[in-house]
């Protein structure tokens, strides 16, 4: 037996279940008629598995993003717009149209949870160091720039890519702290002397 909605007939909300399942039991007392009539009502009114499910994911709304939360995501870990744009073939406006609410559509749509996924499936939770090394060439000669660029995202490449660029900002954040507590800014500094010394 196929369950279907009613026209004009509300389906219930996930909250409302419990008092449905109230209901039935309370009319499980009922006179004959009155318990058939009361859940010929009920049967009418409780939606469809389907339903349910769908009632379960806007109770939890982290569980799909929207185009909105997607890019606001991108940008907000150190994305600029101009990158986002790139690697989705769009102009700036429409990026920041997503931004301000517009949801993107059919591909666009589809590419942005590709590129969402690809940089923030693996657990990053900053690209602003990463960023700073995007068209740097890496094993196999292709840039983030590139893979990102690409016809299809490469999930896994973009991944790799992504823990080999924060390495290398790591790297260069360790060379610059050894360098400022060694008081030189840069090679020529540090090897050089303080006004007076003698060699």
């Known amino acids: 037996m196929s369950h279907q909605r009613v026209l004009g007939q509300p389906s219930l909300s996930a909250q409302a279940l419990p008092a ?26 409780i939606p469809p598995v389907a339903d349910l499910a769908s009632i379960r994911s806007q109770d939890a709304p982290g569980d799909v993003l929207t185009g909105q939360q997607m890019a606001v995501a991108l940008r907000d870990a150190g994305l600029p717009v101009s990158a986002l744009a790139e690697a989705m073939g769009v102009e700036r406006k ?3 149209a997503w931004l301000d609410g517009v949801e993107p ?3 666009n749509a589809s590419r942005l949870a590709a590129i969402h996924e690809a940089l923030f499936g693996g657990g990053v939770a900053s690209l602003r160091e990463a960023y700073r090394y995007w068209s740097t060439p890496l094993a196999g000669g292709a840039s983030m720039r590139d893979l990102l660029a690409a016809p299809t995202i490469d999930t896994a ?32 500094t540090e090897g050089s002397l303080e006004i007076g010394e003698s060699a």
């Open 94 to 96: 429409t990026v920041y």
């Open 105 to 107: 559509r059919g591909a």
């Open 20 to 45: 449905v399942l109230f209901l039935g039991i309370a009319c499980a007392s009922m006179p004959t008629k009155a318990h058939n009539a009361t859940w010929s009502l009920l049967a009418r009114r």
């Open 157 to 188: 490449a973009v991944r790799d890519a992504v823990s080999v660029l924060l390495s290398r900002a790591e790297e260069s954040s360790a060379r610059r702290a050894r360098l400022a507590i060694s008081g030189g800014v840069n090679g020529f």
